[in-house]
């Protein structure tokens, strides 16, 4: 499992190069080799319809990222930090960290060995009771539909939002509000 | 830049994109028919798809891919998808149950024809995700007009 | 190594996130805080998933049998699916705010937004 | 006739109205038709679970037909949807505010573009808050809190104003993170018990004794739920957001949306699957203390009046944490009764500020004045609803904050019965500053020519006003025994006391 390691590294660096870096390009390539990592790792775990959506879907994100930043002039003006988030997000690192080390040993399973109390179900019954020779698609498609549902209408929502904030203007006219 | 949203990239780039573009988009259609056979689905490829049309609109130009499909195309494929999802679920109300799988079985496991419904959903989802998703791109494209009119 | 160090290294990359979304002015980096949080916890997801020697959750004619005690645990995969996909419309809306407070203000710092106070 | 196959149109009646919606958007009045007969439905759908079922009757029905199968020890393979008592309250809540808002934004949205947007949205939320209520699946929660969170986002940012698009920004930053700790702590639990079906996660928990992961997703829950809800650490968004969405959006996120997303989900969990542990139980009462506290001293300061109702909605879903927190059976049926009462007076004085903002066109209470001269039907109604959060005594406010107040002394938890006291009296004063520079008093000058609202408005306000004065019959036994009882039994009976 070395690659598993190595890639795990790589991604770990590339996110901490997007957050650092000042160019904000060079951050926002940072997170699509983080995507990409992501999806070989997805690979590797033999999950290859995630590893495929993952692709995808990373290609888009950076091309809208992209959109958003390129162009502009202060892509490459650098911003700091927020003194008090900052520390903020320090005590909340050191601790999500200190606890997880501690607390995997305590009611995780070790990686490697997944509890599948009930999607043992799955591969057993899916060609049977859906007719689906892939199992993942049976599980999204058929015996959790409804979240597959819920996930189109989220995908509707953010389409309708984007509408939404995108209009040049929300009030109708004389009756703007006074910062416009 | 707007005379790039104009009539798009090089000319290297739109030979490119002419030779590959349909090749995509026919591995999205394939992603999405092969859903429940082989990995993929209906949201990596209506992802694809959207992102064929994507490289067609930067290669091309905005009059190239609007000329294929618009905005407002987009918004009523969109619906229709969602709309055609909500009701496969609903019919399986007539049988009982929200989301019965009411067409299974209706083929050898592993044909195109199989899985009841769960082709006809991948097609629904490919619909709405890859009409979404461009919908979208070509929303946050057209805001480049924004940054002129800042006050 | 420990049997834990892949969750390890994956919490480490959720707290770069969240570092990011708490830290940044610049609000292209909070998104992109977001972003790599998300992946940190689709990853988990995924790992969770994964059994030792096993083999992807898809029945195929062509290379032979596959038995299905052997398979990875398909559930979570499906939530990874649904994830990503809800991960994207997140940052699709998140970017095209962003768009517009350029516009309305001609910078992409937060603590320079203030009209909001209390 | 009842038929628990009928369940997934709570989700499925305003989803398709959503999407109709935008399907039919160059009509200009079928998305407005279609926002309230998809929030009436809904509203009488949960009617008639309530009228014409055996009160406390409990019905559960599985997405797809898959149910639990003999092969996983009787497991649930699939999503099962669970409707009872709680559920019930809280959809018959969510949806009656949810018609009476809809009916209203037909008139008060004609100042804004982009209608059928509007409606969608809303309806898109409204199907999200209902999908959280009826489901009995941790990560079928998750995504319909999503879909909740996301178009209220967007709706905060409606007007695309400088301060809507930053206050929406902010909300959509905290509601990001708050789902993704969320997810986080839904995966830990599925690694650890390996199902997301509440009911058998109970199962697998209960015997156990907690290790220190279920400890890592208590604190991962209360931070992302808190944050949805909006306690006293996690509340920075709320004051921005709230306000800057239209008014009736600020009704809604204010009455129903805080409330489904965040109060429901942390009693829903940790009472139902965890059995209420002490430690989740000092942690509400603190919370609930400090945000009680916090935002109602925030609000006396306030000039603008939305504003001030947003701190006051913090401070009083501190009181809803602390019924939860004491944890006794008066102690949860106090907090769903302020819960009630809270939904029903906050938005409607969330629309009644609206209809001034949409007469006089301002919101800063400097500038207003003697304003029931002139719009006698939003002054009157303001004042119901003003009298029932400052809990004067015929109002319903009184009574659900005396039954917590009596809870807590009860729970011999003297110290906070006082500090709820005590900010009940600050409650009054803000409350008193509201009817006194706004409705009471000389009518300003610049004024003088305003008009009451249109009549679909003044309907909306009437009927809640009427919930308001009425409210206190739900603890009539025979009403109480229909609605209000069988929800604490849900809560009670599952868990620890």
């Not at chain 1, 799955?122 to 959790?144: C, F, K």
């Not at chain 4, 992302?224 to 921005?240: E, I, M, Q, R, S």
Request: net charge positive; aromatic share 10%; charged share 15%.
């Amino acid at each position: 499992m070395i690659e598993l390691y190595v890639l795990l590294g790589l991604m770990i660096a590339g996110a901490v190069i997007a957050v650092e870096v000042k160019n904000l390009l060079s951050a926002v390539v940072a997170v699509g080799v983080v995507g990409l990592g992501l999806s070989v790792v997805f690979l590797l775990l033999k999950a290859p319809d995630v590893a495929l959506t993952q692709l995808v879907v990373e290609i888009a994100a950076v091309i809208l990222l992209i959109r958003a930043t390129l162009h502009r002039d202060i892509a490459s003006k650098f911003l700091g930090n927020r003194p008090f988030g900052a520390f903020v997000a320090f005590i909340f690192l050191v601790l999500t960290t200190y606890a997880g080390v501690l607390i995997f040993k305590s009611g995780m399973p070790p990686f490697g060995e997944p509890l599948m109390a009930v999607s043992r179900f799955y591969p057993l019954n899916a060609l049977e009771g859906t007719g689906a020779m892939n199992v993942v698609t049976s599980v999204i498609l058929d015996y959790r539909a409804y979240d597959t549902l819920g996930e189109a209408t989220v995908l509707f929502t953010a389409v309708v939002g984007v509408l939404t904030v995108m209009r040049k203007m929300g009030r109708k006219k004389d009756l703007q509000e006074n910062d416009e | 830049m707007s005379k790039e949203r104009e009539r798009g990239m090089s000319v290297i780039v739109k030979t490119v994109t002419r030779l590959t573009v349909g090749l995509i988009l026919l591995y999205g259609v394939y992603v999405v028919l092969h859903g429940h056979i082989t990995p993929g689905g209906g949201f990596a490829g209506g992802v694809i798809i959207a992102l064929s049309f994507i490289n067609l609109d930067l290669a091309f130009g905005k009059r190239v891919s609007s000329g294929i499909l618009s905005k407002e195309g987009t918004g009523v494929i969109e619906a229709m998808g969602a709309l055609l999802f909500l009701a496969l679920a609903l019919i399986g109300m007539k049988y009982g149950i929200f989301f019965k799988n009411f067409m299974h079985p209706d083929g050898e496991p592993g044909e195109l024809v199989s899985a009841g419904i769960i082709p006809l959903e991948n097609i629904a989802i490919a619909l709405k995700v890859g009409a979404g998703l461009f919908g979208i791109f070509l929303t946050l494209i057209a805001a480049q007009k924004f940054e002129a009119e800042k006050k | 190594m420990n049997a834990y160090m892949p969750y390890v290294l994956c919490l480490v990359l959720f707290c770069i996130g969240i570092f990011a979304i708490l830290s940044k002015k610049n609000i292209i980096k909070i998104i992109l805080g977001i972003i790599i949080a998300e992946y940190a916890v689709n990853l988990f997801l995924v790992m969770v998933a994964y059994k030792a020697g096993g083999r992807a959750a898809i029945f195929s004619p062509n290379r032979g049998e596959i038995l299905p005690e052997v398979m990875v645990d398909p559930l979570p995969h499906a939530l990874v699916l649904t994830s990503i996909v809800i991960g994207l419309a997140t940052t699709a809306f998140m970017i095209a705010l962003a768009i517009r407070l350029y516009g309305k203000y001609g910078t992409f710092d937060i603590t320079r937004m203030r009209e909001l106070r209390g | 006739m009842i038929n628990e196959g009928m369940i997934p149109l709570f989700v499925a009646v305003p989803l398709a109205g959503a999407f109709l919606a935008a399907l039919f958007k160059r009509l200009g009045w079928i998305p407005d038709l279609l926002g309230v007969l998809a929030s009436l439905f809904s509203f009488c759908l949960s009617l008639h679970f309530i009228l014409d079922t055996a009160p406390g009757a409990s019905f559960a029905v599985n997405v797809g037909g898959w149910g639990s199968f003999p092969e996983v020890m009787g497991k649930v393979v699939g999503i099962r949807l669970v409707l009872d008592g709680f559920t019930v309250f809280m959809l018959a809540i969510v949806n009656f505010v949810a018609l009476w808002v809809s009916i209203y934004a037909v008139g008060y949205m004609k100042r804004y573009t982009g209608r059928w947007q509007f409606y969608t949205l809303f309806l898109l939320m409204l199907a999200g808050m209902n999908g959280v209520l009826i489901t009995g699946d941790m990560f079928n929660m998750y995504v319909f809190i999503e879909i909740a969170s996301i178009a209220s986002y967007a709706l905060v940012a409606f007007g695309v104003g400088k301060r809507e698009l930053e206050a929406s920004f902010k909300y959509a930053v905290m509601g990001g993170m708050a789902s993704l700790l969320i997810l986080l702590a839904v995966v830990f639990l599925y690694a650890s018990t390996g199902t997301l079906n509440m009911g058998d996660m109970r199962e697998i928990l209960s015997g156990t004794h907690y290790s220190g992961l279920v400890y890592l997703v208590f604190g991962l829950l209360l931070t992302g739920f808190g944050l949805k809800a909006a306690l006293v650490p996690f509340h920075a968004w709320l004051p921005d957001a709230h306000p800057s969405a239209p008014a009736p959006i600020s009704a809604m996120l204010s009455g129903v949306l805080i409330k489904a997303l965040g109060v429901y989900t942390i009693a829903r969990i940790f009472f139902d699957v965890f059995g209420f542990p002490h430690q989740v139980s000092i942690i509400l009462l603190v919370l609930a203390a400090i945000s009680m506290g916090v935002g109602a001293l925030v609000a006396l300061r306030q000039w603008d009046m939305k504003r001030l109702l947003a701190y006051s909605s913090i401070s009083q879903v501190g009181y809803i944490m602390l019924g939860f927190g004491i944890g006794t059976p008066l102690g949860v049926m106090g907090a769903l009764f302020h819960l009630f009462n809270h939904s029903m007076f906050k938005s409607l004085l969330f629309l009644a500020s609206g209809a001034v903002e949409y007469s006089t066109g301002t919101r800063n209470m400097k500038e207003m004045g003697g304003l029931n001269r002139k719009m006698p039907v939003t002054g009157g109604t303001a004042l119901a609803g003003a009298m029932s959060l400052a809990g004067i005594p015929p109002f319903a406010g009184f009574w659900s904050k005396l039954v917590i107040i009596v809870a807590a002394v009860q729970a011999h938890h003297m110290k906070l019965a006082a500090w709820a006291a005590l900010m009940s009296i600050i409650t009054i004063v803000y409350v008193f500053r509201i009817t006194r520079y706004a409705f009471l008093g000389e009518l300003k000058e610049k004024l003088a020519g305003i008009k009451e609202v249109p009549l679909l408005m003044r309907v909306s306000l009437i009927i809640l006003a009427l919930a308001c004065i009425l409210g206190g019959l739900v603890l009539l036994p025979q009403v109480r025994k229909m609605f209000l009882s069988p929800a604490v039994r849900v809560l009670i009976g599952m868990g620890g006391v």
